[in-house]
């Protein structure tokens, strides 16, 4: 799948080099469900990602280079649960939200999904403006939802979850109002 700016395709192997670049970066995975990243753990899990097909590798399109990945999961109910994470470096550029939202079109316009969710943690601000920015509503608040990690005493640190939404039909029309605001007459 092609962007403006960006290839998206299926993860490989030899792009463990590439995901070590930026899930060894503490600022990068701080908000996921595992630590930093070592090497080793890198080329292993861009080997395990080559086979899964839920996971799809984000490139820029005039270097090839590997700068984040999407994650797209089929749920119940034609529900697909979206997630991101991109190098820090590429922070504020533009580019997740011009990935999900290629991946977004491509879910939609494939018949597959009635509803596309994404969450996260609420101190993760850019991450819920990105769902905001892609059209997605916060359907809730959850306290104390989720732990990935414990205290020293083994005592699991509970995080808040935000849940956002769209339907294909909020979709389709935002992506309507979208495109006759840039038209030319």
């Not at 080559?50 to 005039?62: E, H, I, P, S, T």
């Not at 892609?134 to 083994?154: A, I, N, P, T, Y």
């Amino acid at each position: 799948m092609e962007t403006e700016r960006l290839l998206i395709r299926r993860f490989m192997p030899e792009d463990g080099e590439a995901l070590f670049e930026y899930l060894s970066r503490e600022a990068v995975v701080q908000y996921e469900p595992y630590g930093v990243f070592t090497r080793e753990q890198a080329q292993a899990e861009a080997a395990r990602r080559a086979g899964d097909m839920n996971f799809w590798a984000v490139c820029l399109k005039d270097t090839g280079r590997l700068i984040g990945n999407l994650f797209l999961a089929p749920g119940e109910f034609e529900t697909w649960e979206l997630g991101y994470v991109f190098h820090d470096y590429y922070h504020g550029k533009g580019y997740a939200t011009e990935a999900a939202r290629a991946m977004m079109d491509w879910l939609f316009g494939s018949g597959k999904a009635r509803r596309i969710v994404a969450m996260c943690n609420p101190e993760n601000t850019a991450s819920w403006r990105l769902m905001e920015r892609l059209g997605m509503r916060r359907e809730g608040h959850f306290r104390e939802k989720v732990w990935f990690r414990k205290d020293s005493d083994g005592t699991p640190i509970w995080q808040d979850t935000v849940e956002y939404a769209i339907l294909l039909n909020e979709w389709e029309r935002n992506r309507g109002a979208s495109s006759s605001a840039h038209s030319k007459p």
